[in-house]
């Protein structure tokens, strides 16, 4: 079974700080790995997201994250969040080759930018 | 980015009675539609994954007679939790498909629908 873990459960920081989500999943085969984020009374959004290729893949809003297969982990980062960015953000994964396409979550990272 | 409506967004039953949620792809046609459900402060949890014209594929432990789904058009899939009881309040989420590929294709996701049973 597919399974995802963010270590993170709330993280809190000043803004210019830099920001490493973790996230680590468990599947045994190939994936797709993304990265969603929910802003306060709105709907997911699809920050990044990783299919092939190189493993250091750049989002929307400043964001990338690196897809390291022998940590099994799908790490977010950004060098300098600003109060804007404050929100849960969501690692999700869906094994490739499943003909449903199912899309597994973890639990989710809330980040709360200070001004 | 394509657009996924649902509605209602918010909701309160009586316990015992049904709620039907739908899940509208606004600009685009949607072969498989998934349905989440999500508890205060914790993860979506995948229920079930519709697709336009057969029966939904539920997930462990997800009451196929608790929560009917239909996926009767490629714009719409409905999410009913009949018999609904305060342990059923939640925030119900659809995702949607563009792309007929599961590998490539994007989700889009509605905005969510909360239910509270009283």
């Known amino acids: 079974a597919q399974s995802v873990s963010q270590h993170n459960h709330h993280v809190i920081l000043s803004e210019a700080a830099s920001l490493e989500l973790g996230c680590n999943y468990s599947?045994?085969?190939?994936?797709?790995l993304f990265w969603y984020v929910q802003y306060p009374g709105q709907h997911l959004q699809l920050l990044l997201k990783?299919?092939?290729?190189?493993?250091l893949v750049k989002g929307i809003k400043g964001f990338e994250a690196e897809f390291i297969k022998s940590k099994f982990s799908f790490n977010l980062r950004k060098p300098s969040v600003q109060w804007s960015d404050t929100a849960e953000y969501f690692c999700?994964?869906?094994?490739?080759?499943?003909?449903?396409?199912?899309?597994?979550f973890g639990r989710g990272t809330q980040l709360t930018v200070w001004p | 980015g394509a657009v996924v409506s649902q509605h209602p967004s918010w909701v309160i039953c009586k316990s015992g009675t049904s709620v039907k949620i739908e899940c509208r792809s606004l600009d685009f046609q949607a072969t498989t539609m998934f349905w989440y459900r999500q508890f205060p402060k914790q993860s979506l949890m995948l229920m079930a994954t519709?697709?336009?014209?057969?029966?939904?594929?539920?997930e462990q432990g997800v009451e196929k007679d608790k929560f009917l789904i239909n996926h009767a058009s490629l714009t719409l899939s409905t999410l009913t939790v009949t018999s609904a009881h305060p342990e059923d309040s939640s925030f119900y989420i659809c995702?949607?498909?563009?792309?007929?590929?599961?590998?490539?294709?994007?989700?889009?996701f509605g905005e969510g629908s909360r239910l509270t049973v009283l």
């Open positions: 995702s949607a498909r563009a792309l007929l590929d599961p590998n490539t294709g994007e989700l889009f």
């Open positions: 999700a994964v869906k094994g490739r080759g499943s003909t449903l396409g199912r899309l597994y």
């Open positions: 990783y299919f092939s290729g190189d493993p």
């Open positions: 519709s697709n336009e014209g057969s029966k939904a594929t539920y």
């Open positions: 599947y045994g085969g190939t994936v797709n």
